[in-house]
């Protein structure tokens, strides 16, 4: 009989405010920020004393990744619709007559190809199963959803390899 075994953490410290503008059909958002809130779902087998996974550690790793992302511009670096070029203090983006320059320190670059939950959520769980690959868990899936605002998340499901050591 299958089972599935699962531990969650979210909300609390789990949040950051973040600036950006996605595009939508070629049309590029103005400028503006979210109050984020992020939702993690591990699930995996049993250790031999019975966890899925400690919460503390996984808010930890998970807090971890969202202070990269706290008071930051939100790049998407791999936009196909801005036209981005960095320099060695700043990076500027433009879009039509639209231009930004933002100073390096105020943007987190990240390679997604847009600024949607959707895609900050699978960037999110991507660096999350990093963390978690040091781990000595049983883990099968990782789930994290990027709150916008409340009622509006983009969530991203990753298939994780269970810890051949264990
Ligand atoms: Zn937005």
Redesign the pocket.
């Known amino acids: 009989m299958a089972v599935t075994r699962r531990v969650s953490v979210e909300k609390n410290r789990l949040r950051f405010a973040a600036a ?1 503008f ?1 595009t939508f059909f070629g049309e590029c ?1 103005p400028l ?1 920020g ?1 109050n984020y809130v992020i939702s993690v779902e591990l699930e995996g087998d049993l250790t031999e004393d019975s966890w899925v996974w400690d919460f503390g550690d996984l808010k930890q790793l998970t807090k971890n990744i969202s202070d990269t992302l706290d008071h930051k511009f939100i790049l998407q670096l791999e936009s196909r619709i801005l036209k981005i070029n960095e320099s060695t203090t700043s990076w500027e983006i433009s879009y039509l007559d639209k231009q930004y320059i933002f100073p390096k320190s105020d943007v987190v670059a990240l390679p997604i190809d847009n600024s949607t939950a959707e895609r900050i959520a699978e960037w999110f769980a991507e660096q999350l199963a990093d963390s978690l690959s040091s781990r000595k868990g049983k883990f099968t899936k990782l789930t994290v959803g990027i709150e ?1 605002m409340p009622g509006q998340a983009g969530w991203y499901t990753l298939d994780m390899q269970p810890s051949p050591t264990t």
Request: a negative charge; hydrophobic letters at 15%; aromatic letters at 0%.
């Open positions: 950006h996605a958002e503006h979210h916008e």
